[in-house]
Structure formats: structure tokens, C-alpha cells
């Protein structure tokens, strides 16, 4: 019997526990929008939480859109994307920019903003790309949120509920609100990132449960926002400052109830183990008779505590991440570990009975080396030294990306290494490590260069989007060259500090003096 268009929403519906389904009759119909598909967006805590968040409030009703092959369509309530009045795209990941294009393309909804009407829904975007640079989209939505959804949420559901506005009254008034970005009347001012000052009333965790998913056996609870340490290219930092944690009992409480869904927890942040309470809500969450799985760990200060949690609840792998070979290079990205922290971390996790240490290197890193590279054949070495040394039959698996500029970080003006360098390290890596036994992954090179390509765009990006019709890097280069762009313009040359930025007028609260401050710093070293 052939299967109906929507059996496939319908059959992942019906494994869910938590599914929210409201009736439209007097409410306002969102289309919460994950450009990405089913089982990696809801492994996706942010998406999670806005669900409920949104659907918290009595007159909205929230329903979940993927882009998924023969699925692009609501799984609450089976509506068409171009049905509801509001479609919010959640975006965390720049090579997801081609999703939301080809969304919209599929879905009859104008993709260029400036061609909508009364007819059409108000497109919205928010997520970690779009507080850091929300650019290279910004042709094809109407409002973008520059901030974390609890700090926007009310004053932007006020306007559009408000019936008394037409489309474009709301657009204007949405721009008047502080954080928003709308295009069509931006006045050339800056956009002050928005976030709660304290986490204590927006608890984020699992809303919908579903085993179809990457953390399906996991109830994930987020412990902390932002990030205190300062790696210069990373863009948690400037994306999500300053460091704020949800209380322990808030934390714990939220475990009691994930336990009658699942038997494991999964902490997500950062770092989570900067908790400053982390072991107490280890220590809670255990005596509770969960497991425990954590998202991030320092290598230093690393618990012993938290390494027995995630081991005894039956963790095979322990991930911890040099970023670079050399202490040189680690100093440059201001990593803040030394070799000494490195290894007595391998050594902590070589008491444990583990199958796999992961570790995690970048590769093309501002001012890398040959001999950089070199060193992390050597420091994997010594790990795997003392894993031998302690007779814990572990493997090594290394996860190689390579370094890509992001907007607001210390390190948006660096250039990428050029693909040719990136490959030739990458080989040399791999034929170094292989007969160790250790085992490489690594990011595409050549999808990392149009990473950093969106990553650091502008309008003319937005135009080589809307021209890709079939998603390939032939495509990418080939479009790239009928409109003219220098690719090679976003990623391999450096860009001078003094030059205009096309995000400089998003105020993320870091200022630029201090960022070039700290590129300098990193480029004397
Ligand atoms: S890489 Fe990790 S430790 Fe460093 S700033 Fe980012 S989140 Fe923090």
C-alpha cells in the first residue's frame, strides 16, 4: 500500500514523548524552523528549549519544522511552511545557511525578503551564526534576533501578535525592539546583543523525547551559558558572554524529572565541568541511580570526580581537546593548558577501564608550522605512552578540523591556511599516526573553506547562495566565478584590522579595541 505524504512525520510523532499540540483556533501558528534534519535538530538542546519556551505562552502555537527529504512540513499539526503567519529559523551551523535557502526556495514563500507581502509570513532567524553574523542571510529574513531567545521572546511575541498591525507595521515596529535586526528598516545604528543576566528563570532542557535522535537515551539539561576562558577562535565567547550558570538545585531538580524518561543525563555547556558546583550535582545526580554523559571537560582543572561519574554510568570514550600540538600554538590561541596538564589528564583517564581517548586538534592555525604540526605526532605519542605504560588496552582516536575565522572572535581578521597546506598536514598526520593504531577523523577541507566563507560573508555571499541551486563544491566554485566573488577573499587572505567588518555594526559587548588587542597579541607570539 503506497504511504500517504505525511507517514513519515507521522510514524516519528508517534515515538515521540512531550509532543506539544495545540489547535490554531485563536492563537498564533509559529513554524519552529531546524534547517538541518530530524535526528541531528532534536539532539539540539536550543531547539528544544525554544519549543517550549514558545509553546509556554497560551496563545501560541509552536510546531516543529526539518529539512528533511519528503518531511518538510509540521509534525503537531501537518501544516504546509508556507501555511503559517511566522516561520523561526533556529540556526547553529553556517553550512546550514544552504538549508534555510532551499527551504524557503521549496516552500513558495518569496526567498528574498524585500519581495514579500501581506500574503506571506514574517521569517525570522536567530541561533549562535546569526548573533555573530547575521549578514550573509539577512537578504532572505525579516527579523533576525541578535541575542538569546528568554532576553527577546516577550516584546517580539507582543508584536506579532498584535492584530492591529499589517505585516510591514509589525516589521517596524519589530526594528524599534533592542535586538532585533530588521533589514528592511535597519537605520544604520548598532544592534546591542540581548541575554538574561541570570539563567535562575530559564531552565533549558529535553522538552520532546525520542529515541530517533543522536542523544535519544539522554534527558539534556544545559548547566551553564558562556564561557570564561578566552580561546581566541572561539565564538562562544563573544556569542554567548558573560559566563552564567544555572543554580545546582535547579539542575538536580530538572535530573529528577528527566528520570522518568530516561535513565542517563546528559549535561550540556561549554565546559561543564566549570560548574562551580559540578561535583555536587554529580554526586546528586548519582545518587539518584542515573548515568551521566557530559557534553565539554577541561583538560585542566579535571575532575576526578566527574571522570568516575561518566565512566562508572558506562562511558567507553573520554574526549579531552589539546587544540595544538605545540605549546606555542596553544599559547596563541590562549588555550591556557601546558604539556604537564595533558598528560597528567591522560594519565586521570588511564586509571579508568576506557576503550577510546578522543582527542581533538585543529590544524591551520594563524602562524602554524610544519614543526607545529610535527608535535602533535609527538604529544599523541606520549599519550598513547602512558596508556601503554598502564596496560588499559585504549585506543587513540584523533578528530582533526581545520581552523576557521569567526565574526567576533580575537581572530576574525586571521586567514585560513589554503586548502593545498591544510591537505598535505592532514596527510602527513595520518600516515604518522595510522601505524600507532591511532585513528584520524577529520572535517572536509575543502567544506571547512566554505565555512569560512559564510563565516566571515557579506551581502555578495547572500547573492552565491540564493544563485547555488543543487548543493556541491563544483557548484559553490562554479557560481562563485559567474558572479565574480574571490573566494579566496574570505578565507586565505588576511584582512587588516583596520578595515570595516560587515558585522561591525552588531555590538556583541566585547570591544574592538579589546579584540585587536588580543590578535596582536596572539600574532607576537
Ligand atoms: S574553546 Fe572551549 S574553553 Fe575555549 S573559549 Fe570556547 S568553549 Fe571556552
Given at each position: 500500500m503506497a504511504r500517504d505524504k505525511y507517514s513519515k512525520g507521522d510514524d516519528l510523532v508517534k515515538k515521540e514523548q512531550g509532543t506539544i499540540v495545540k489547535d490554531w483556533g485563536g492563537r498564533l501558528p509559529i513554524a519552529l524552523i531546524y534547517p538541518n534534519t530530524y535526528y541531528i535538530g532534536m539532539s539540539n538542546l536550543g531547539l528544544q528549549s525554544l519549543y517550549r519556551l514558545l509553546n509556554s505562552y497560551d496563545d501560541v502555537a509552536c510546531e516543529r519544522i526539518f529539512y528533511e527529504e519528503g518531511m518538510v512540513y509540521s509534525l503537531e499539526n501537518l501544516y504546509e511552511v508556507y501555511e503559517f503567519p511566522v516561520l523561526a529559523f533556529t540556526v547553529s551551523y553556517e553550512l546550514d545557511y544552504f538549508n534555510v535557502v532551499s527551504l524557503l526556495k521549496q516552500s513558495g514563500v518569496p526567498l528574498y525578503e524585500k519581495d514579500r507581502d501581506n500574503n506571506h509570513p514574517i521569517v525570522i532567524a536567530g541561533g549562535p551564526c546569526i548573533i555573530s553574523?547575521?549578514?550573509?542571510l539577512s537578504p532572505f529574513i525579516d527579523c533576525m534576533c541578535i541575542g538569546e531567545a528568554e532576553a527577546l521572546i516577550h516584546l517580539l511575541l507582543n508584536v506579532l501578535k498584535d492584530r492591529g498591525l499589517s505585516r510591514d507595521e509589525k516589521l517596524e515596529a519589530l526594528a524599534k525592539l533592542p535586538g532585533m535586526y530588521v533589514p528592511r528598516y535597519y537605520n544604520g545604528g548598532k544592534i546591542s546583543r540581548q541575554y538574561p543576566k541570570s539563567l535562575h528563570d530559564v531552565p533549558a532542557s529535553s522538552a520532546v523525547l525520542t529515541s530517533?535522535?543522536?542523544?535519544?537515551?539522554l534527558y539534556l539539561i544545559e548547566v551553564e551559558r558562556g564561557c570564561g576562558w578566552g580561546c581566541r577562535f572561539c565564538m562562544v565567547g563573544s556569542a554567548f558572554s558573560p559566563i552564567r550558570f544555572h543554580s545546582a538545585e535547579n539542575i538536580i531538580e530538572q535530573a529528577k524529572k528527566g528520570l522518568e524518561y530516561r535513565k542517563r543525563i546528559g549535561l550540556v555547556g561549554p565546559v561543564v565541568s566549570d560548574h562551580p558546583q559540578i561535583e555536587e550535582i554529580i554526586g546528586a545526580i548519582r545518587e539518584m541511580g542515573a548515568g551521566i554523559s557530559i557534553s565539554s571537560m577541561r583538560i585542566?582543572?579535571?575532575y576526578e570526580s566527574v571522570l568516575k561519574a561518566i565512566v562508572e554510568s558506562g562511558a567507553q570514550t573520554i574526549t579531552l581537546a589539546?587544540?595544538?600540538?605545540?605549546q606555542r600554538l596553544r599559547s596563541v590561541i590562549n588555550k591556557r593548558i601546558d604539556e604537564v596538564d595533558i598528560m597528567n589528564a591522560v594519565d586521570k583517564a588511564a586509571e579508568y577501564p576506557i576503550k577510546i581517548l578522543k582527542l581533538y586538534f585543529m590544524i591551520g592555525?594563524?602562524?602554524?608550522s610544519d614543526g607545529d604540526i610535527e608535535e602533535i605526532v609527538s604529544l599523541v605519542n606520549k599519550c598513547r605512552d602512558i596508556l601503554n605504560a598502564k596496560r588499559v588496552g585504549c585506543r587513540i582516536d584523533i578528530n582533526i578540523a581545520p581552523f576557521i575565522p569567526k565574526a567576533g572572535t580575537p581572530f576574525q581578521w586571521m586567514p585560513m591556511a589554503d586548502e593545498k597546506t591544510l591537505n598535505r598536514r592532514l596527510s602527513f598526520l595520518k600516515r604518522k599516526l595510522a601505524p600507532l593504531g591511532v585513528r584520524v577523523k577529520n572535517e572536509s577541507v575543502a567544506w571547512s573553506h566554505v565555512q569560512g566563507v559564510l563565516s566571515r560573508g557579506d551581502s555578495r555571499i547572500a547573492g552565491l547562495l540564493a544563485a547555488v541551486e543543487k548543493v556541491s563544491l563544483a557548484e559553490w566554485r562554479q557560481k562563485a566565478k559567474e558572479l565574480d566573488i574571490d573566494l579566496e577573499h574570505y578565507t586565505v587572505k588576511p584582512w587588516d584590522t583596520g578595515i570595516h567588518l560587515p558585522w561591525d555594526f552588531i555590538d556583541s559587548g566585547a570591544s574592538k579595541e579589546k579584540l585587536i588587542d588580543e590578535c596582536k597579541r596572539a600574532a607576537s607570539l
Open positions: 553574523n547575521p549578514v550573509p530517533e535522535t543522536e542523544l535519544g537515551d585542566k582543572p579535571l589539546p587544540e595544538a600540538g605545540s592555525l594563524p602562524s602554524e
